[in-house]
């Protein structure tokens, strides 16, 4: 069973940045994709930016340019550094694994880690 824990949220002000932290354990073999989906308050769960083992990432339009994301494998760690912050960003940043077991894509999520940003 795969375990992921967010660290890193926090209040700042529109303009400044935090990283987000998630890692992962309970699996001794590697994530195929990791990454971070945000929550605003009365929203679905969307896309931030997710990141493949080989490196190939994918960004929400919202956040191209502001948002980087980023993965040591040999920590078994996702980050997401975010820059620019402004306070539509404000929500739950859950951090999602994914490991295939042949064509069938095996999901995990993390508990959320919530980024609060003040205009």
């Known amino acids: 069973q795969v375990q992921l824990v967010e660290s890193g949220g926090g209040l700042v002000q529109a303009g400044g940045s935090l990283r987000l932290s998630c890692a992962a354990s309970g699996t001794a073999s590697r994530l195929d994709v990791m990454g971070w989906f945000h929550q605003a308050p009365g929203k679905q769960r969307e896309l931030v930016a997710d990141?493949?083992?080989?490196?190939?990432?994918n960004y929400a339009g919202s956040v191209q340019g502001r948002f980087t994301i980023s993965r040591d494998h040999a920590k078994n760690t996702a980050y997401l550094q975010m820059n620019s912050l402004k306070p539509e960003d404000t929500g739950l940043y859950y951090c999602?694994?994914?490991?295939?077991?042949?064509?069938?894509?095996?999901?995990?999520w993390g508990q959320g880690t919530q980024v609060t940003v003040s205009s």
């Open positions: 990141m493949a083992y080989t490196g190939s990432a």
């Open positions: 999602r694994g994914v490991k295939m077991v042949g064509a069938t894509p095996n999901n995990y």
